[in-house]
């Protein structure tokens, strides 16, 4: 398998860190996605990838598998342990609903493209940097009340991690955004549950070194 990536990018840490509990290393074939000539807008990539994103996976069989959560559950289901997924079907439903509140709700909003696309409307980078603190700060605010709801909801006990006491999809979702909320001036502190097991995966080597690369 080749994994096409970028090490700033947060969609491509969900998948290097699912890869990395799996225990599986695929080729990394490293995809620019800032600035004018970046690779992901050109022909070639363009051409296995219509959506120019990273990540895309590309099997043995030569198909592309694209969709970071496509991606993870793709890996999930052929390389099944350790499981990315609850045995729990509400617990399944919770991880999954945790993972689209950041992928669709939060990023979505604040990729390179979209910035990209503000700076042509006029916006200066410290409005453009208001508008990602916004949708992270709203976004991640309402992932706060999912797990204090999980947490502290029908079984009483807190939990390690977003949906049990093991890294399941939800994790793998909000760790990279949690560092980059960080990074953008966010400090966790704002979200106390979600710190909580932002601070427990830290100490998962397959989260810690895997983790989005500051932009230098
Ligand atoms: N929903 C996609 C999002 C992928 C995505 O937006 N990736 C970013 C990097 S984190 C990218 O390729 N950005 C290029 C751009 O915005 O031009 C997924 O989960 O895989």
Redesign the pocket.
């Known amino acids: 398998m080749k994994l096409y990536s ?1 090490e ?7 998948v290097r860190i699912a890869l990395a509990i799996k225990g599986i290393a695929p080729e990394i074939l490293s ?1 620019s ?1 800032l600035g004018p000539d ?1 690779e ?2 050109q022909r070639d990539y363009l051409a296995l990838n219509p ?5 895309a996976l590309l099997t043995e069989n030569g198909t592309l598998i ?4 496509s ?1 993870v559950e793709y890996l999930d289901e052929r390389f099944p342990q350790p499981p990315l997924l609850p045995a729990d079907l509400e617990a399944r439903a919770f991880t999954r609903t945790v993972a689209l509140a950041i ?2 709700e939060i ?2 909003l604040v ?6 696309q503000l700076g042509s409307l006029g916006l200066d980078a410290n409005a453009i940097g208001d508008w990602n603190r916004h949708w992270i700060r709203e976004g991640l605010g309402a992932v706060e009340s999912l797990l204090n709801g999980r947490r502290s909801g029908r079984s009483g006990r807190s939990c390690q991690y977003v949906a049990g006491d093991t890294p399941t999809v939800g994790d793998l979702f909000l760790f990279p955004q949690a560092i980059n909320a960080e990074r953008a001036g966010l400090p966790l502190a704002l979200w106390p549950n979600l710190a909580e097991v932002v601070n427990n995966l830290r100490a998962v080597p397959a989260f810690a070194e895997n983790a ?1 690369a500051p932009r230098r």
């Open positions: 970028n700033i990018s947060s969609a491509s840490s969900r995809v996605i970046a992901n807008r959506q120019g994103l990273v990540p694209t969709q970071s959560l991606i992928a669709a990023h979505a990729p390179p493209r979209v910035a990209a989005p």
